[in-house]
């Protein structure tokens, strides 16, 4: 009876075993997740970059779209202060609407 209690069980070591393959198991999968996320934040810094860019070229032509609306009522102020009735007729509509013309 002695022989059988003094050595160890064959399977003795398979719990410590599972237990370190499991921790394995896991680290490998937080490391998946980690490299996902990473690949998801990425892509989301490019797309954001793109947007960005494509919101500067917009931008660019709102601005010259301005530009092109204040020379054109800039010429429509002058021509109404010089007498002309159209244009003075332009100008008091823009007036009654809330629109001021800066003549710089």
Do not use: H
């Amino acid at each position: 009876m002695s022989d059988a209690t003094d050595e160890p069980m064959a399977g003795a070591s398979a719990p410590a075993s599972s237990g370190a393959w499991a921790t394995i198991a896991i680290a490998a999968a937080l490391c998946l997740v980690l490299a996902s996320s990473l690949i998801d934040i990425q892509r989301g810094a490019a797309a954001l970059a793109k947007l960005d860019k494509e919101q500067a070229q917009g931008l660019v032509v709102a601005q010259k779209g301005e530009a092109q609306l204040n020379a054109l009522a800039k010429g429509v102020q002058q021509l109404a202060v010089a007498g002309n009735p159209n244009a003075q007729a332009i100008v008091a509509v823009l007036q009654r609407n809330g629109i001021q013309i800066n003549a710089k």
